[in-house]
């Protein structure tokens, strides 16, 4: 998986829990949380997303580190590496 | 005969408009079993059956609006006969309408143009009240139909139905607001702990902890947990705390989570995902939506430091939950940086005193410095 794909994953995760974003609409190095209105209810259904599609396990110590759709590629391509 | 009423979901809610049967004549249903959709002006929600039984009759026909407390359906009670049929809908008779004339089984007649634009906007002709020649549906009809279904609409609509509420809640009920600031170190450590140890899918929120450690606190104060009615104050045993959740499109409304205080914070994380999830696709059920015993709303996450709610009648107290975040904090005479949370309480001094309230948010503060507890 390249980078344009796993980007691609997690919009789509993104779009099935907030369905107003629209294809295309978010900036990757843009905060998401500035650019998609994610509570922490949103939040924990992305990172089960992620669990469940890309069979990734991002523990809680890590939201930290995953604040736009930039870090969240760099974040899973090395954990799928 | 057991006559099955159209419940009402919300204390702003006069009427709701049939919108499918899920069951028929002669099908057996159970307690919770859902038997029917009806549209609200805040959402369609599924009619749940409170008896055991078998279907009888459905009275009301599908698209029909009728006041709350209509008889829309009877059940036999298990070995019961069936009597003769009934001839119409009975409808208490202040608040009753006329009752539209049922549906001619025969082909509706539709204008070729109402027809056309009926498939454009994807409406189902033969659910339009016709309005031209002979009760014909014109495209003016299916315009008004097509209309009824936007979102917009179901704002505007739940918006109306928002502000009846807080208005009533605003003239009749004489508020008094108190707010407690927790020290919140003991439950953000216990959590990460405890949601390190769970499966990704089995985390839990901190909302579901202050959601518990409500009901644990109610049992203190059973003064705030019930419903005002016929000018007294109806306590209530179980605890089914209705959660304010946000829609996307915009609007609020606080279906109940069922006797919090029996439940573990796992099923509780369940229940509340799950009530999240159908609020936002519009697919509540109508126990969810009438029997809230005290509301909590958390606007935490909006930024806010602390919420002073406007209770929602009939119930008597609401408690809000505002930003958890680290602040100073003195503890044995030293400044140091805490996470807190600002917990505020709204309640009827019809019911309560303010004692009795504070009473409550110090019990509240209690358990949640145990949150291995709940």
């Known amino acids: 998986m390249n980078d344009d794909d796993v980007r691609a994953k997690v919009v789509a995760i993104i779009r099935s829990i907030a369905p107003e974003v629209e294809e295309g609409e978010l900036t990757s190095s843009r905060p998401l949380r500035d650019q998609v209105d994610l509570d922490s209810m949103d939040w924990l259904k992305v990172i089960i997303g992620v669990h469940e599609k890309l069979h990734v396990d991002i523990p809680e110590a890590d939201y930290g580190k995953l604040r736009t759709l930039d870090d969240w590629v760099a974040y899973l391509r090395a954990k799928l590496a | ?374």
Request: aromatic share 4%; charged share 25%; glycine share 8%.
């Open chain 2, 1 to 374: 005969m057991i006559e099955v009423k159209l419940p009402a979901m919300g204390a702003e809610m006069e009427e709701g408009k049939l919108l499918e049967w899920k069951v028929k004549p002669g099908d057996g249903v159970k307690r919770g079993d859902i038997i029917a959709i009806v549209d609200t002006t805040k959402a369609a929600v599924d009619v749940e059956s409170w008896d055991e039984g078998r279907v009888h009759e459905l009275l009301v026909p599908v698209g029909d609006t009728v006041p709350v407390g209509t008889v829309i359906a009877t059940l036999l009670a298990p070995g019961e006969a069936a009597p003769a049929p009934r001839a119409k809908p009975a409808a208490p008779a202040p608040a009753a309408k006329p009752t539209p004339a049922p549906p001619s089984p025969a082909r509706k007649a539709v204008s070729p143009a109402a027809r056309a634009r009926a498939k454009e906007l994807a409406v189902d002709v033969e659910k339009i009240a016709g309005s031209g020649p002979q009760g014909a549906v014109t495209v003016e009809d299916v315009e008004r139909a097509a209309q009824g279904a936007k979102p917009a609409d179901r704002a505007a609509e739940m918006r109306r139905a928002i502000g009846a509420a807080m208005s009533r809640s605003k003239r009749e009920i004489p508020h008094y607001y108190l707010a407690e600031t927790i020290p919140m170190a003991r439950a953000v450590e216990w959590l990460a702990a405890e949601n390190a140890k769970r499966p990704v899918t089995e985390r839990l929120l901190m909302g579901v902890v202050q959601l518990k450690a409500v009901a644990r606190a109610l049992a203190k104060a059973p003064e705030l947990n019930g419903f005002w009615r016929d000018g007294a104050f109806v306590a209530s045993q179980a605890i089914h705390i209705g959660v304010a959740i946000s829609i996307r499109e915009g609007g609020l409304i606080a279906p109940a989570i069922h006797d919090v205080d029996r439940k573990d914070l796992g099923q509780l994380m369940r229940d509340l995902s799950d009530v999240v999830s159908r609020a936002r696709a519009g697919s509540l059920r109508s126990s969810e939506m009438s029997d809230p015993t005290i509301t909590v709303t958390n606007l935490g996450e909006s930024g806010v430091e602390a919420v002073h709610g406007v209770i929602y009648p009939p119930q008597v107290a609401l408690v809000g939950f505002g930003r958890l975040s680290s602040r100073p904090w003195v503890d044995e005479g030293n400044v140091r940086a805490m996470p807190l949370v600002t917990a505020t309480l709204a309640a009827d001094h019809r019911v309560s005193d303010g004692i009795r309230g504070a009473r409550f948010l110090a019990e509240l503060r209690e358990r949640l410095q145990h949150p291995e507890e709940l």
